[in-house]
């Protein structure tokens, strides 16, 4: 079946890989305790991060990806929150269920899942993660040139 999700165009992928994930056989069954702290971690800062490593030391090319998307929007460090989910096993296993993701490492933005790497390149790449940000007061809205045109 994962040969068969990897072979199909991203959307469809994410759509099928989501869906195998909330099948009882995937379910790990996330503590209601494991999955308020997650919660409340989503919550606690306008951009969380769960990676591996850390801003300063990622310990895999997604992660640093990740981070160097991050920077060149400009996301301030202080709207900026990251977990090291190599640190705790619980973390590592239970985010992937909290968001029904596969991967590390899985961005949030005002507590809604945005997505892993790829999607997180796309969308820097299309323009939409700034919007995004912009729309969550995370930086500041670019304003239209002023310059008038010759």
């Not at 239970?94 to 796309?122: A, H, M, R």
Request: with cysteine; net charge negative.
């Amino acid at each position: 079946m994962l040969r068969s999700v990897l072979q199909t165009p991203s959307l469809s992928a994410r759509t099928a890989l989501s869906s195998s994930l909330r099948s009882p056989a995937f379910r790990r069954f996330l503590s209601q305790e494991a999955r308020a702290k997650i919660q409340a971690a989503v919550e606690e800062s306008p951009v969380v991060l769960f990676m591996k490593g850390n801003p300063q030391m990622p310990q895999c090319g997604f992660s640093r990806a990740a981070v160097q998307v991050l920077e060149m929007q400009g996301v301030p460090p202080e709207k900026l929150r990251t977990y090291d989910v190599l640190e705790d096993s619980e973390l590592r296993s239970g985010i992937k269920e909290f968001s029904e993701w596969p991967t590390i490492p899985q961005i949030y933005v005002n507590g809604e899942f945005v997505g892993g790497c790829d999607i997180l390149l796309g969308m820097h790449t299309s323009g939409e993660l700034a919007s995004l940000l912009e729309q969550h007061n995370v930086i500041p809205k670019t304003e239209p040139s002023s310059e008038p045109s010759s």
